[in-house]
């Protein structure tokens, strides 16, 4: 074969391999939308406790795998035990008062009524004249007496225990009570949800306070978080496929769909904007976060997929 026949062949074929990759490079871009800004994103929880005190046990360490409910740490509880025990005592105590004069009060209604009962019958009996008036008025004087013990009894009911104010003051004694008993129970601290355990700032013996940061839980939950540009999201809805690639292990796709698009662009939803109505604007095209989900089920045990770590999702969108 001569050259001039062989440079022939050879620009055909490189004519038509130009040609197949023009047409993969137009059905790859028309159908397929894709992008290198892009991570994994995980719920991250900052766990702290809700009441103050010495760490008393640590029941964690570092990276590792928690449960839903799992005990993470103790507080010492030895002033909140106190604090309940007293408050259980001061709710008990009013109880206790708010009962006896109550029991009180039906004992003297009972005595008043038999007193009442006793004076109508020594009445009918002197009018008959069959009882002298120094009966009737000692019925007379036993019924005043009951009576006014009623009266100091309803009294001490109004002013102790059975009035609003008394009844608000037994709630709000209740309500301390059901408060000291959270705090003790807040010593206790649990883990919110399965994760595991990262930035661990914790020890045993260690003070700490409410709201302080004792360490991160990162979520079993993950997602990709992909920046697309704007002229790229036009054809993109919820639903379409996903092939995602994760630069930690490059020869597998993993599968997943478009969850969501978020309804402002990146810099939009940043700590500080953009102010677009300058003098000196110049357009920059702009990002858009789109949320990404797996569909598939990962292994942890084969693939260690955590937060931040960098992918490049490709999505169908024809």
Known sequence: MDKKKLKKIILIIFIVVLIIAGIAFYINSTHYQSTDDAYIESDLIQIAPRVSGQIE????????????????????????KVKYEQAQA?????????????????AINSEIKSAEKDLKRYKNLYQAGAVSQQVLDSAQTKYDNTKAKLLAAE???????????????????????????????YTEIVAPNDGTVTNKN???????????????????NIWVEANYK??????????QPVEIKIDAYPKKKFKGKIDSIQRASGA???????????????????????????????????????????????????
């Open 268 to 318: 939009k939803s940043s700590l500080f904007p953009p102010e677009n109505a300058v003098g000196s604007f110049v357009k920059i095209v702009q990002r858009i976060p789109v949320k990404i989900i797996f569909t598939e089920d990962i292994d942890t045990d084969e693939y260690n997929i955590v937060a931040g770590m960098s992918v490049e999702p490709r999505v169908k969108i024809k």
């Open 90 to 106: 001061n709710y008990e105590k009013a109880l206790y008062s708010q009962k006896v004069a109550k029991a009180r009060l039906d």
């Open 230 to 239: 704007e002229n790229q999201v036009g054809a993109m809805k919820p639903g």
């Open 155 to 185: 009294e001490d009911i109004l002013s102790s225990s059975n009035n609003k104010v008394a009844d608000a003051n037994l709630k709000a004694l209740k309500a301390l009570r059901d408060q000291a008993e959270l705090y003790l129970k």
């Open 202 to 220: 914790v020890d045993k013996g260690k003070y700490v306070q409410v709201g302080q940061p004792l360490f991160t839980l990162v979520s079993d």
């Open 57 to 80: 046990e640590i029941y964690i360490k570092d990276n590792q795998r928690i449960k839903e409910g799992d005990l993470i740490a103790k507080i010492d509880d030895s002033d909140y």
